[in-house]
């Protein structure tokens, strides 16, 4: 899953981005309210968290555009504040939930599993897709039918959740590098995409399961069942 965190204090982003990191999550960190809301319109994160003091555009602001737009990304405010006018000014606005700072981090993760849940996102500890297991925790999956397993990198993993959260669906190159890469991915080749599946795949085939990463000719990736 991969968050974007709109906050100016760079100190307090990037402690929510190592808090994040441990718990598996991919983050961008945009350090102003126009950054934000130009990384958020790409629409490749599972959730926003935003600060609602921020510098060029306030929170209240980068929120509504984001509605304009029609994107309908999780929208986890941030605020100082703890004012009854700021928190209906927000969900007025679209956000789906609130935190008031400081806060407690194991607060913030609860909110987080809770707002993705709502979405219907990938969220439990260990989801499943045909005989394959997949541990959030350890980066892990095993085969349900001979319990053999094996350690995944994070982006192998990463890569896996996405393919199953879209697995009624062909998912392109371009999706699977803004997705695990963000705005980094824009420097890299879209080979680099192939790379990992091919690792993911030999994974995959290591533990002897039915799960196969299938190429659709100029289209993508889909993952399937494989059947008797």
Not at 76 to 95: C, H, I, R, Y
Not at 133 to 152: A, F, G, P, V
Not at 186 to 202: G, T
């Amino acid at each position: 899953m991969r968050i974007l965190i709109i906050e100016d204090e760079y100190s307090l982003a990037d402690v929510l981005r190592e808090t994040l990191k441990k718990e598996n999550y991919l983050s961008d960190i945009a350090t102003d309210g126009l950054e934000g809301l130009n990384q958020a319109l790409t629409n490749i994160y599972d959730l926003i968290i935003l600060d609602v003091m921020l510098p060029k555009l306030n929170g209240f602001e980068v929120l509504k555009q984001i509605r304009e737009a029609k994107i309908m990304t999780p929208i986890l405010m941030l605020t100082a504040k703890s004012e009854l006018a700021d928190k209906l000014e927000g969900f007025e606005n679209g956000a789906d939930d609130y935190l008031t700072k400081p806060f407690n981090t194991k607060e913030l993760l609860a909110r987080i599993k809770a707002l993705t849940r709502r979405k219907g996102n990938i969220i439990l500890n260990k989801p499943t897709f045909g005989d394959l297991e997949l541990d959030s925790k350890t980066c892990t999956i095993t085969c349900l039918t001979n319990h053999k397993s094996i350690k995944l990198g994070l982006k192998e993993y990463l890569l896996l959740e996405y393919l199953i959260a879209n697995q009624n669906i062909a998912v392109t190159k371009e999706q699977i590098v803004e997705k695990i890469w963000g705005f980094e991915g824009y420097d890299l080749e879209y080979n680099n995409a192939e790379v990992y599946v091919s690792f993911l795949r030999k994974k995959i085939n290591f533990i002897e399961s039915k799960v196969r990463i299938k190429a659709i000719r100029n289209v993508g990736y889909i993952i399937e069942v494989q059947n008797d």
